[in-house]
């Protein structure tokens, strides 16, 4: 055990299904950085499976009990590079740009009032009627249909043969994990300041506009 945490590779044969999950807690312990994975068909694999921080049951001829432990279920080994380049990578991008958008919305909605509010001598009088806010919200909660129907890669379209596609899946796959999961904070800065500018923008048009109608009325 004291080689298995500088090696690519480990090949363990005639193992109880103990002695499985403890290679996945020994890997897990060593470095923390690292994301387990652990697949299995069999009862002797939950263990192991149960001790990842991901399982995958494959549902075959020794039954489902690692599929009804498991995280995930899937009929046969070669469906695991679906699961994790189609499904999870599409997935892990669009929550995180979720994420961001439902920040945002709300973002804009707060500041574009707090700037209203200093030149109301801070009365907390809302610049939005409360059924403008309830249209604003049903519309932005159209968010959540990116979450089903965006994808990054089309499966169905490249499912048959993916030499056509314009890039290779795990660039694709490093790209999201590299720069939009992991850097998810920095991203979130960036949004910050737009998010600033659209409040002032929300703000500033409307508020100066009314009050230039006012001003050529002679009011």
Do not use: C
């Amino acid at each position: 055990m004291t080689y298995l945490a500088s090696a690519e590779g480990l090949v363990v044969y005639r193992s109880s299904p103990a002695q499985k999950a403890d290679i996945v807690r020994f890997v897990r312990k060593t470095d923390t950085s690292k994301i387990t994975l652990a697949i299995g068909d069999g009862a002797n694999d939950v263990n192991m499976i149960e001790s990842a921080h991901v399982g995958v049951g494959i549902m075959g001829k020794e039954g489902n009990q690692a599929a009804s432990f498991a995280d995930f279920a899937i009929n046969q080994y070669s469906d695991l590079r679906r699961l994790l380049f189609w499904h999870g990578n599409n997935w892990a991008a669009k929550i995180t740009t979720f994420s961001l958008l439902i920040i945002t919305k709300t973002s804009v909605f707060g500041l574009s009032n707090v700037l209203f509010n200093t030149s109301a001598a801070f009365s907390g009088t809302n610049i939005v009627t409360d059924a403008f806010f309830a249209v604003y919200s049903i519309n932005v909660t159209w968010y959540g249909f990116y979450n089903f129907f965006d994808q990054f890669v089309s499966f169905t379209r490249y499912k048959h043969d993916e030499t056509h596609m314009p890039f290779k899946l795990s660039h694709h796959y490093a790209y999201v994990r590299d720069f939009l999961v992991k850097n998810w904070l920095r991203n979130f800065g960036i949004w910050v300041v737009l998010y600033y500018y659209a409040a002032a923008v929300a703000f500033v048009l409307p508020f100066y506009a009314y009050g230039s109608v006012f001003d050529a009325q002679g009011r």
